[in-house]
């Protein structure tokens, strides 16, 4: 079955570092790739997706690349906020959209000033 | 507007009672879903229905029943609640032909 696999946390970083989190995936099919952020008390919100290889998706300055080769969507911003705090959750969607997304465990980010 | 609501926000129960949560959305999406978080902040689909079809994640228990009224609602009854079930329970929706799935507030059941 499909599966997602994300570096697990906490990542703790200073203000303005540049973040990575890693993602990799097993997919049956072509599967949409996307990041989801849940602030504390809220529900998830869509970060940013990719529908297809090579396509970035970006958003408030985070980015991610949907890499075919390496089965990998890793995410990336150049200079993290304090607001950046959150759990992040890698996810996919392959077949049709009735399946549901499948999600990594998620990574809880720590900024602090 | 609430694009995704859920009632309650919270619900605390004891083992063995019935509860619904409630889920509606005003985006005009043709598909909803359930999810389940655990404890450790593992995400989970559970159901996923669309005015065809319903899709059950095998590992969910029968206690378990989406209930959908109409097109904007999909609720998720829980009987004979047990320990094991106490999680955050999210709703989403989503329009057939795109994947991306927008998704509720979440609702926190506590069983006691």
């Known amino acids: 079955g499909d599966s997602v696999t994300q570096m697990e946390g906490p990542v703790t970083l200073s203000e303005e570092a540049f973040l990575t989190i890693n993602c990799t995936y097993t997919a049956t099919g072509y599967p949409s790739l996307f990041w989801y952020v849940q602030y504390p008390g809220e529900g998830l919100q869509l970060l940013l997706k990719?529908?297809?290889?090579?396509d970035k998706g970006s958003n408030k300055g985070f980015e991610a690349t949907y890499r075919k080769e390496t089965t990998s969507f890793h995410l990336e911003k150049g200079s993290v906020q304090v607001s950046d705090s959150a759990v992040y959750f890698c996810a996919l969607i392959s077949g049709g959209g009735a399946d549901g997304l499948t999600f990594g465990k998620g990574t809880h980010l720590i900024i602090q000033p | 507007d609430t694009a995704v609501s859920q009632t309650p926000k919270y619900l605390v129960t004891q083992m063995g009672n019935d509860k619904s949560i409630k889920c509606e959305q005003n985006?005009?999406?043709?598909?909803m879903y359930w999810y389940k978080q655990d404890s450790k902040k593992f995400l989970k689909i559970m159901f996923s229905?669309?005015?065809?079809?319903?899709?059950i994640n095998e590992t969910v228990p029968n206690r378990f029943s989406p209930k959908s009224p109409d097109k904007a609602h999909l609720n998720l009854h829980i009987n004979s609640l047990e320990l094991g079930d106490s999680a955050v329970y999210f709703c989403?929706?989503?329009?057939?032909?795109?994947?991306?799935?927008?998704f509720g507030p979440g609702t926190r059941l506590t069983v006691l």
């Open positions: 229905y669309n005015n065809k079809e319903l899709i």
């Open positions: 990719a529908t297809k290889a090579d």
């Open positions: 989403a929706s989503s329009q057939a032909d795109h994947n991306e799935q927008f």
């Open positions: 985006l005009g999406h043709d598909t």
